[in-house]
Nanobody, 118 residues
Framework: VQLQASGGGLVQTGGSLRLSCAAS????????MGWFRQAPGKEREFVGR????????YFADSVKGRFTISRDKAKKTVYLQMNSLKPEDTAVYYC????????????WGQGTLVTVSS
């Protein structure tokens, strides 16, 4: 499955953005979907994930209560809704897919830059 992330941009502190991750090649019903981010000079870190059916989400403590993930099966798209953004959320955000038989995320999108100004 090929992934294309989009929706990044510049936003002020406290603002919101919605990132999209569109899949091509296959539908996403067999995949857990995750979002990761990498800030300048830092390692990539986990942001959140959603189960295949979309019924369970899990988030890093740093974004819990501010970010949500949803998936549109018909559009083969997964969304990351980010609210109450902080300057420390500035990073390149990546979506990733993990087949339910796999132990790691092995399909990655190209990343989209989110910049939160103070």
């Amino acid at each position: 499955v090929q992934l294309q992330a989009s929706g990044g941009g510049l936003v002020q502190t406290g603002g919101s953005l919605r990132l999209s991750c569109a899949a091509s090649g296959r539908n996403l019903s067999s995949y857990f979907m995750g979002w990761f981010r990498q800030a300048p000079g830092k390692e990539r870190e986990f942001v959140g994930r959603i189960t295949r059916g979309g019924e369970i989400q899990y988030f890093a403590d740093s974004v819990k209560g501010r970010f949500t993930i949803s998936r549109d099966k018909a559009k083969k798209t997964v969304y990351l809704q980010m609210n109450s953004l902080k300057p420390e959320d500035t990073a390149v955000y990546y979506c990733a897919a993990r087949h339910f038989t796999a132990s790691e995320y092995n399909n990655w999108g190209q990343g989209t830059l989110v910049t939160v100004s103070s």
